[in-house]
């Protein structure tokens, strides 16, 4: 069985940075599209930023040059890393993996998903 586990969430003040991990049990991230996604309180889940198994990136404009997705193939794990935080930024933080196609939120019955991390930035 598949799963997600998410972690490094935290409360930080503005311009603070974290580094969210995301450790995969079940199978080899290398041979995945996997991507981060957001929800903050009273929003839809949002698409933060992706990684196609061949390693295109994409980002959402809001947090381009900011956060930094990026796996460790030897460790099995990916990660974002959010600098210059902001207080929009605060949400519930997922990750997402598909073997063929890249995760989104907008159709979250495909791939798997973990159970979040919260980020919460403070002002």
């Known amino acids: 069985q598949v799963r997600l586990a998410e972690s490094g969430g935290g409360s930080v003040q503005a311009g603070g940075s974290l580094r969210l991990s995301c450790i995969p049990s079940?199978?080899?991230?290398?041979?995945?599209?996997m991507g981060w996604f957001r929800q903050a309180p009273g929003k839809e889940r949002e698409d933060v930023a992706s990684?196609?198994?061949?390693?295109?990136?994409r980002y959402v404009d809001s947090v381009k040059g900011r956060f930094t997705i990026s796996k460790d193939n030897t460790a099995n794990t990916l990660y974002l890393q959010m600098n210059d935080l902001k207080p929009e930024d605060t949400a519930m933080y997922y990750c997402?993996?598909?073997?063929?196609?890249?995760?989104?939120?907008?159709?979250?019955?495909?791939?798997?998903w973990g159970r979040g991390t919260q980020v919460t930035v403070s002002s």
């Open positions: 997402a993996a598909h073997p063929f196609t890249l995760p989104t939120a907008a159709r979250p019955e495909f791939g798997t």
């Open positions: 990684i196609e198994s061949g390693g295109t990136l």
């Open positions: 079940g199978i080899t991230i290398r041979q995945y599209n």
